[in-house]
T-cell receptor
Framework: GQQLNQSPQSMFIQEGEDVSMNCTSSSIFNTWLWYKQDPGEGPVLLIA?????ELTSNGRLTAQFGITRKDSFLNISASIPSDVGIYFC??????????????FGQGTILTVHP | DAGVIQSPRHEVTEMGQEVTLRCKPISGHNSLFWYRQTMMRGLELLIYFNNNVPIDDSGMPEDRFSAKMPNASFSTLKIQPSEPRDSAVYFC????????????FGPGTRLTVL
């Protein structure tokens, strides 16, 4: 079953605003990834995180691997209309989970009003 | 470099028919993953291969589903016989063994079973 809780489920913001979303689990994870999916397309990898406490940026996007290894955050600064889409967190659970076997969150639907 | 290639992009078939979905991973990637995405269940891992060998097929719904990877550049996911509940978007993803969790997705095949 689903092990990642992603929030919020949806966001409606004005262009130029900053966005923050997160993913939590009751289990420890070894890897966290953030993807964006546009309608009719496959998820596109935004940021990958491999160490607890790691903070990584990709343009206006910044993601962090939580210190407890049970959560991750994605921030988008100065949003623009093309940021619209569904954002997914994904991770590989610690404790013997095979490399590559990811669990996905349910997604955050982002709408940006011009 | 070309990304993950999937075909067909759309498939409409009638219940009971055989369906074959195809995937070409990114050149040089050793791991290949098949996912299914539905509104109700989100993204689910069906099966994945390392070096053309199936590693974990615990996500395959039932015996009607089968997957093969005859060589490093090609994989198929077959459903026989298809049922309306198989309607979903099927994604193929690939990654390198050096970074197996960092998966790159194809555009998906939208399957509709009538």
């Amino acid at each position: 079953g689903q092990q990642l809780n992603q929030s919020p489920q949806s966001m409606f913001i004005q262009e130029g605003e900053d966005v923050s979303m997160n993913c939590t689990s009751s289990s420890i994870f070894n890897t966290w990834l953030w993807y964006k999916q546009d309608p009719g397309e496959g998820p596109v990898l935004l940021i990958a995180l491999y160490k607890a406490g790691e903070l990584t940026s990709n343009g206006r996007l910044t993601a962090q691997f939580g210190i407890t290894r049970k959560d991750s955050f994605l921030n988008i600064s100065a949003s623009i209309p093309s940021d619209v889409g569904i954002y997914f967190c994904a991770g590989r659970q610690a404790g013997g989970t095979s490399y590559g076997k990811l669990t996905f969150g349910q997604g955050t639907i982002l709408t940006v009003h011009p | 470099d070309a990304g993950v290639i999937q075909s067909p992009r759309h498939e409409v078939t009638e219940m009971g028919q055989e369906v074959t979905l195809r995937c070409k991973p990114i050149s040089g990637h050793n791991s290949l993953f098949w996912y299914r995405q539905t509104m109700m269940r989100g993204l689910e891992l069906l099966i994945y291969f390392n070096n053309n060998v199936p590693i974990d097929d615990s996500g395959m719904p039932e015996d009607r589903f089968s997957a093969k990877m005859p060589n490093a550049s090609f994989s198929t996911l077959k459903i026989q016989p298809s049922e309306p509940r198989d309607s979903a978007v099927y994604f193929c993803a690939s990654s390198s063994l050096l970074s197996p969790d960092t998966q790159y997705f194809g555009p998906g095949t939208r399957l509709t079973v009538l």
